[in-house]
T-cell receptor, first 118, second 111 residues
């Protein structure tokens, strides 16, 4: 089955530094990738949707200058948390869809990245 | 944005069937019903999805009401590895086709 690889699985950083999280589709071309954030004991919250070769669409309340998303190829999307602060500590999850614009297609999820900002 | 309602938690005995309900009374005619589950500290995993007809796969069955305003995920024989949070989600045909997650149902399997 289709696999989405997400790295790193865990990262600890100092406040004020930037962290990059990678999401790769290993055996299919992901025209659309989604980034979610999940706080403990809560559900996933959609942060942004990125389509290959175009700017990401951010959900309301998500700062696009703080959470930089790049989707330069059909197999790779990156999320960079800039100037991270302790309140950014969370579990970040990416997902990918093979076909754009088709609600019949299932999504494949990465294993998540636990970000801890000291 | 989440348009589904699920019980917060359910329990099942091991090796017994489990029926996880989901209400989606505002579903539109082109929305697909997706089910995903999430184990602790992992990303969600696809379980099953459907539009109108009941669906079966190796993991589970999906029973969709005739009016499509509710559905039930059926695990035929619960195992300890099935303990997870199960999310029932509508994937819209219009818009970005992303998935908005509700609170889900936390399934506890009792040995």
């Amino acid at each position: 089955g289709a696999v989405v690889s997400q790295h790193p699985s865990r990262v600890i950083c100092k406040s004020g530094t930037s962290v990059k999280i990678e999401c790769r589709s290993l055996d299919f071309q992901a025209t659309t990738m989604f980034w979610y954030r999940q706080f403990p004991k809560q559900s996933l919250m959609l942060m942004a949707t990125s389509n290959e070769g175009s700017k990401a669409t951010y959900e309301q309340g998500v700062e696009k200058d703080k959470f930089l998303i790049n989707h330069a190829s059909l197999t790779l999307s990156t999320l960079t948390v800039t100037s991270a602060h302790p309140e950014d500590s969370s579990f970040y999850i990416c997902s990918a869809s093979e076909v754009r614009g088709t609600s019949n297609e299932k999504l494949f999820f990465g294993s998540g990245t636990q970000l801890s900002v000291l | 944005d989440a348009k589904t309602t699920q019980p917060n938690s359910m329990e099942s005995n091991e090796e017994e069937p489990v029926h996880l309900p989901c209400n989606h009374s505002t579903i539109s005619g082109t929305d697909y019903i997706h089910w995903y589950r999430q184990l602790p500290s992992q990303g969600p995993e696809y379980v099953i999805h459907g539009l109108t007809s009941n669906v079966n796969n190796r993991m589970a069955s999906l029973a969709i009401a005739e009016d499509r305003k509710s559905s039930t995920l059926i695990l035929h024989r619960a195992t300890l590895r099935d303990a997870a949070v199960y999310y029932c989600i509508l994937r819209e045909r219009t818009g970005a086709n992303n998935l908005f997650f509700g609170t889900g149902t936390r399934l506890t399997v009792i040995p």
